[in-house]
């Protein structure tokens, strides 16, 4: 089969390698469609040492069955599905919990570390377990449905934190995650909701999916201009999207006394925290990992069109072209949101 591999750090090469064996209990995908992450972009310059060469990642996935294993009951071929990024085992003390994004033998599909190798879905096939397959809504197109992935850990961050009605809320980061954030925290009744972001034209789509305010973050004061929509307190709730040091500390400051501080993005694996700020203030800080069953819940809304997905998705290319669509993303060239490739 063809496939888009990671053979050195910023080197990929779209190339033939073995198709994937399935054991009793897997299911071999026919990858119909796959996005990039931001964390493919920035785990193929070996920042993060999450895509250790040679890698095929891709996690962000929708497909058709193309072959069960002979211990599979409840899917059959031919049938339309997507599937966790996280491989969980179902049997430690976390899965047993419900936290299955915290299993002790989590395996996330497209990684590569020192304790483990998962190649994912830059390719034509993949290989997963049956128990992290989900069913697409009739109808819904592959590319939307790949997008399922993002809201879940959307959702899942949304539902860590427990928002209420009428909450003010920011999302500071409005790539991917953060436009999904706002559309899910509209539904949710908070208002206003703030999105703050360096990108005019990220800024412009948050405000089309519902954003009450946008804030261009070079060209305000930003903490005082969140006093002002805010009775002067903060907000009640930040949304960290980027993860980086000044991101986390305008998101810390940008809170009311006794608000919450929602962590999603971590670009930077170590960063200065001013504690004092968080004690005095009574800050409340959420650490958010990837998803934990919310995918059911989103594909719904998306089948429904509760949150837009569409307007996410500015390219969807062939897999044979992914090499140059990564390096446009890694240059962060404007105008770019979502890329989709197609095996």
Known sequence: MKALVLEDYNHFEYKNVP???IGPEDVLIRVMACGICGSDI???????GRRQPPIIMGHEAAGVIAEVGPDVKEWREGERVTFDSTIYCGQCYFCRKGQINLCEKRRVLGCSTDEYHQDGAFAEYVAVPQHILYRLPEGLPFNQATLTEPLAVALHAVRRVNVKLN???I???TGVIGLLLIQILRVTGCSPV???DLDQNKLNL???LGADIVMKADAYDVIKEVEKHTDSRGADVVFEAVGIENTVKTALMSLRKGGSLSLIGNLSQLIDLPLQEVVTREITMYGSCASSGEYPECLNMIDRSVVKVAPLIS???PLAEGAKWFDYLYKNKPGIIKVILKP
């Open 19 to 21: 198709e994937p064996k």
């Open 42 to 48: 920035h785990g193929m310059d070996g920042s993060t």
């Open 167 to 169: 909450n003010s809320v």
């Open 171 to 173: 999302v500071l980061g």
């Open 194 to 196: 703030i999105a703050i």
């Open 206 to 208: 948050a405000q089309k």
């Open 315 to 317: 390219i969807t290319a």
